[in-house]
């Protein structure tokens, strides 16, 4: 039976429109969210469940936007997820991206910590908000 160890959330912006950070430079991460979750008292198939969203602002232009998931603190950390989302010329209305991520037996520490980024691979893209990331760490 699973048994639940702990669980954060990192809400930057909980409002449509609450917010507008460009993106300034092409496929370079930029951080949206971290979570630590405490791992003490954790049984065995420790697992975390990762769940997110992102809103952008698109130039009108072929666009590429990334969400990129690592366990630690810096992009060059290991990654546990990774997705690419295309949007066509036509879209002009902020775009939702929603996500969801697992890691499964993770290496214990007495924190482990989750950092999620999100790239363009155009200029003109602008998080608008809401923007939120969260995670649970469960265990056997």
Known sequence: MSQFIDARTSQNASLANSIAIPILVINTPQLFGQIGLVAENIGANPRVQMKGTVTVQLPLALVGVTITIVRGTLS????????????????????????????????????????????????GTVRVGPENFDGALYSD
């Open 76 to 123: 060059t950390d290991p990654v546990i997820y990774s997705a690419t989302s295309t949007f066509s010329l036509s879209v002009l209305a902020p775009q939702v991206i929603t996500f969801s991520a697992d890691d499964f037996n993770p290496p214990i520490t007495p924190q482990l910590t989750y950092t999620a980024f999100i790239s363009s691979n155009l200029l």
